[in-house]
């Protein structure tokens, strides 16, 4: 595997990549009333092999199912805590997550986010995309996607 694109390798460690004809991977869905329901045609997260796929989470209450919409910090803070949520239903932990995509609003708000961030992922933090975008859904200043491995 030393010789495969650094892309690839996730997906033949999940057994998503076979050969033709051959059955497609399993693949299970994971689901909690702990985070927010899906809103459209997604998961929460979705295993296959040893991977957990998490969908982005929004600053949702998932007892008032109502949108956080106050300062940066408490949106992460909630976006952190529906992704943990999801992660105790598939009995994971914040240590499991390898990867993750931040989606925010305002890059000016990144030091306050950044600072959140670092309290949920304090020891072997995973690897990180951040990328400022036009728009979120229901107007959000963030939105965090993650993949963990068992």
Known sequence: MKNLPSLLIPLLAAGALTSAGAAPPA???VATKDAPAAVGPYSQAVRAGNLVFLAGQLPIDPKTNQTRNGA???QAAQVLDNLKAVLAADGMTMDNVVSTTVYVKNLDDFPKLNAV???Y???KPPARATVQVDRLPKDVAVEISAIAVR
């Open 72 to 74: 940066i910090e408490e």
């Open 27 to 29: 693949k299970d869905i």
């Open 117 to 119: 961030y670092g309290k």
């Open 121 to 123: 992922f304090t020891d």
